[in-house]
C-alpha cells in the first residue's frame, strides 16, 4: 500500500513506559504529543510512518508484509520499479530527535528478491536537527547476501567511529558539526543493476554498550500544521518581454510598447501581499498570532482564527514599495504555543525583488504529493513546492562561490502563485495557450506540473530535483552549459573533443571547490551581471566580453614563444568546427597572441545591462552555440591543439577585467 496521509495516531501493540516515561516524555518533549518506544522502528505497525525517496521518477510502495515474515513477525516491504540510489527513512516527519551520542550501533536485518543483481552493498545516512549528515557507505556484499536470505547488519553510531568502522565494515563520512545527541531521520540506501527489486527490513533499533534497546520517540500527527505557504504582490507587473526583430541574428530586444511599460511598482507607490496560510495537518488548529516584517520593521499584526485540516485563509498586508532586496518575514504562532506537525513552515521569506516564479499544476497531483512528507516535515503540497523549488534554488544562489562572487549568485526567487488547472496536456501549443490565459507574462518564471511526472515529484521530495531546478534556471536566463562541448565527429579539423566539465547542474562549466549540485562559474557570473533587473531575457550575460583580450599559449609548462598558430569557431548554425579559421597569426616571444575584435550587427545594451560590442566572437549567439575556440599549432612536424570557450571570457568580465583580459591555455599533442 502507497503511503496515505492519515488523520488518527498509529495504534500500536507495544508496552510503553508507565507514568515515569509519561513525565520524561513531557520534560523532553515539552507540548509535542507522541509516545516512548522500545520496539524496532521497523516494526511493520509503523508502515506508514516511513518515508521513501528516488533519483529517476521510479514507482515506490512502502507497506506491511504480513505474509513475508521474521522471527514470526510482520515485516517492514519496500517495492520499486527503480534502477538508482532508492532509499527509505524514518520517522517520515524527520523530528525524531533521538540522542545517539552514547549509542553503540544500529542492528537490524535485510531481506531481498532481485533478478538484477546489486550495485554494492547499502549506505545508512543519518541526518540531525540541522540537516547535517553521517554517511556509512558499506564495504562488504551485503545486499547481496540478502537476496531471498535474511541478513543483519550494524551501522556504527556515535562515538569511536573509526574503530567500530574498522569492525563492523563501514566507511564514514561526517559533516562538520555533526550533532549525534539530535537525529532526526535515518535513510537506508540501495542501488540495484537494471531496475526493480523488492527490499524487506526488520529489527532496526539502536543498542548500548551494554546491549539494550534505547528507548525512541515517535511524535503524533493527528495534529494542525499551520504553513505560511506562499505571497502574491498586487499589482505584479510584467517581466521583459523581450523579442527578436532581426531575422539574421537572435539578439533579444524590447520593442514597441515592451520598451516602455513598467517592470517595477514606483518609489513609494502602495502595493499589497496576499499572504496565505493553510493548515495543513489532520487536525483543527487553534486561533493564533500572525506578524509580518520588512526589512526588519513590523508592518502587519493580526490574529488567525482557528483552521479546519486543509482550510486557507489570506492575510492582507500593506507597504510602500521601495526597490531593493528587503527580507520580507510572514509568522504564525510566534510565540511557539501550538502543538503541531512541524513549525519548520511557520514562517515565510524572501527578499522584496526576488524573481517571481509561478506554478501551473494538475489538481490531481495535489493529494498523492500530500501523501509524502516532504522537506519541511510537513504533508502540505505548497511545502513541497517552496522545498522542492525556491529552496532549493535560493540555496544553490548562496553557496556556489567563486572569487568574483564570494557570496555566491546576490539573487533569489520567491513563489508568487499556484495555478491549479484540470488538465495540463502534453502538447506545447495547447501549453502556451492555458499559459496566455492564466496571465503568466507577468511572472519571471513558469513551470507545469503534470500528473505524468508524479512519482518524480513523489520521489524527491526529499532529495534535489536535478532535472526540475535545471529546468528552472532556463527560466531565470541561465543557458545549457553543454552548448560550449563538442564530440569528435564534429571537429571537422582535428576530430578532437572538448568537454569544460566537471560540470554543474546547467549541463558543464566548472564548479571548482562547490559540493554537488552546484552552480557553474559562468552560471554564477551571469545571474550577478544581470542581478537587479527583472527575467524574461535569456544567456545575454555572455555578450559580457572584455574589450581587450589576449591568449597566453604553452606547451609543456614551456611558453609556445614565435610561433604560427590557427583559430577555428564553432558553427551556431551547424555544430561543428571547420576551416577556414577565423584567427592566424604568430605567438610574442611569452606565447601571447591577442585577439583581434570581430564586428557585430550592432552595439547594443540589453535591459538588464548587457552589452553587444566588438569582441573576438563576433556575434556571440545567447544559446552558446558558437561559443568554442580550437586553437592549433605545430611544432617541429608536431601538432598540438587547445580549446577555449566563452564561459572563460564572461568570468573575466565577472572578475572586473572588463577592458583587458589575459587567459592561460595549454596545448596537448594530437
Known amino acids: 500500500m502507497a503511503m496515505r496521509r492519515f488523520g488518527v495516531a498509529i495504534v500500536l501493540s507495544v ?20 509516545e516512548w518506544l522500545s520496539v524496532p522502528f521497523s516494526d511493520a505497525s509503523f508502515a506508514k510512518r516511513w518515508g521513501y525517496g528516488e533519483t529517476n521518477g521510479a514507482r515506490n510502495v512502502i507497506s506491511a508484509d504480513r505474509a513475508q515474515q521474521r522471527n514470526g513477525k510482520p515485516t517492514l516491504r519496500l517495492d520499486t520499479n527503480s534502477g538508482f540510489d532508492c532509499w527509505v527513512y524514518f520517522p517520515n516527519t524527520k523530528d525524531w530527535d533521538i540522542d545517539l551520542s552514547k549509542a553503540k550501533v544500529m542492528r537490524g536485518y535485510l531481506r531481498s528478491e532481485n533478478k538484477n543483481g546489486w550495485g554494492g552493498d547499502p549506505w545508512i545516512i543519518f541526518v540531525d536537527m540541522a540537516g547535517r549528515k553521517a554517511r556509512f557507505d558499506g ?8 537476496i531471498n536470505d535474511w541478513t543483519e547488519i550494524v551501522v556504527p553510531v556515535g562515538a569511536d567511529l573509526d574503530a567500530k568502522c574498522a569492525e563492523y565494515g563501514w566507511k564514514a563520512q561526517i559533516s562538520p558539526g555533526f550533532d ?6 535515518v535513510q537506508i540506501h540501495q542501488d540495484t543493476d537494471g531496475s526493480g527489486y523488492t527490499m524487506w527490513y526488520s529489527g532496526f533499533e539502536f543498542i548500548d554498550y551494554a546491549g539494550r534497546t534505547i528507548k525512541w520517540w515517535l511524535s503524533s500527527i493527528n495534529k494542525p500544521d499551520l504553513s505560511v505557504t506562499y505571497a502574491e504582490q498586487v499589482p505584479q507587473y510584467k517581466r521583459y518581454i523581450a523579442s527578436e526583430p532581426d531575422p539574421n541574428y537572435n539578439i533579444p530586444e524590447l520593442v514597441g510598447s515592451a520598451a516602455t511599460e513598467k517592470h517595477w511598482p514606483n518609489e513609494g507607490e502602495q502595493i499589497k501581499y496576499l499572504v496565505h496560510i493553510k493548515n495543513a495537518g489532520f487536525a483543527r488548529s487553534k486561533p493564533t498570532d500572525f506578524v509580518c516584517m520588512i526589512d526588519g520593521k513590523v508592518v502587519k499584526k493580526a490574529s488567525l482564527p482557528a483552521l479546519a485540516p486543509h482550510q486557507v485563509t489570506t492575510i492582507v498586508v500593506n507597504w510602500k514599495w521601495k526597490q531593493g532586496p528587503y527580507q520580507f518575514a510572514a509568522s504564525v504562532d510566534t510565540k511557539n504555543k501550538l502543538d503541531e506537525i512541524t513549525k519548520k513552515n511557520n514562517t515565510l521569506r524572501f527578499k522584496t525583488d526576488a524573481y517571481v516564479l509561478v506554478a501551473v499544476c494538475e489538481k490531481s497531483i495535489v493529494a498523492p504529493i500530500e501523501q509524502v512528507n516532504n522537506w519541511y516535515g510537513s504533508f502540505c503540497f505548497e511545502d513541497w513546492m517552496r522545498g522542492a523549488t525556491i529552496d532549493q534554488l535560493n540555496s544553490l544562489f548562496k553557496r556556489c562561490k567563486y572569487d568574483f562572487a564570494p557570496n555566491g549568485a546576490e539573487v533569489s526567487v520567491r513563489l508568487g502563485k499556484i495555478f491549479l488547472v484540470d488538465e495540463l496536456p502534453d502538447d506545447g501549443a495547447k501549453i502556451g495557450e492555458i499559459d496566455k490565459g492564466l496571465g503568466l507574462y507577468i511572472f519571471d518564471g513558469v513551470w507545469h506540473y503534470p500528473l505524468r511526472a508524479i512519482h518524480e515529484w513523489c520521489d524527491l521530495a526529499n532529495d534535489f530535483d536535478w532535472a526540475l531546478n535545471h529546468e528552472l534556471s532556463h527560466q531565470l536566463g541561465i543557458i545549457d552549459d553543454y552548448q560550449y562541448d563538442m564530440g569528435p565527429d564534429s571537429n571537422l579539423v582535428n576530430h578532437k573533443a572538448y568537454d569544460r566539465g566537471p560540470g554543474g547542474i546547467m549541463g558543464g562549466g566548472q564548479v571548482g571547490d562547490n559540493v554537488y549540485p552546484a552552480y557553474a562559474d559562468v552560471d554564477i557570473a551571469g545571474f550577478n551581471l544581470t542581478k537587479g533587473h527583472r527575467r524574461g531575457f535569456f544567456g545575454e550575460y555572455l555578450y559580457c566580453i572584455p574589450y581587450k583580450n589576449t591568449l597566453v599559449l604553452s606547451i609543456d609548462g614551456r611558453p609556445l614563444a614565435d610561433k604560427d598558430i590557427e583559430i577555428y569557431q564553432k558553427s551556431m548554425y551547424t555544430g561543428k568546427i571547420e576551416a577556414p579559421p577565423v584567427f592566424t597569426g604568430k605567438t610574442d616571444a ?10 557585430v550587427p550592432k552595439d547594443f545594451t540589453t535591459a538588464t545591462g548587457c552589452t553587444l560590442h566588438a569582441n573576438p566572437w563576433g556575434y556571440p549567439d545567447v544559446v552558446g552555440r558558437n561559443g568554442l575556440f580550437l586553437i592549433r599549432t605545430q611544432v617541429d612536424g608536431k601538432w598540438y591543439y587547445g580549446f577555449i570557450d566563452i564561459g572563460r571570457f564572461v568570468c573575466e568580465y565577472a572578475r572586473g577585467h572588463k577592458d583587458n583580459a589575459v587567459y592561460s591555455v595549454k596545448l596537448m599533442p594530437e
Open 15 to 34: 508496552i510503553l513506559m508507565a507514568a515515569f516515561a509519561a513525565g520524561l516524555s513531557a520534560a523532553k518533549r515539552g507540548i509535542s504529543v507522541g
Open 139 to 146: 564495504l562488504k556484499q551485503r545486499l547481496y547476501d540478502a
Open 180 to 185: 549525534w545527541k539530535h537525529i532526526s531521520c
Open 590 to 599: 611569452e606565447g601571447r597572441f591577442p585577439l583581434a575584435n570581430r564586428p
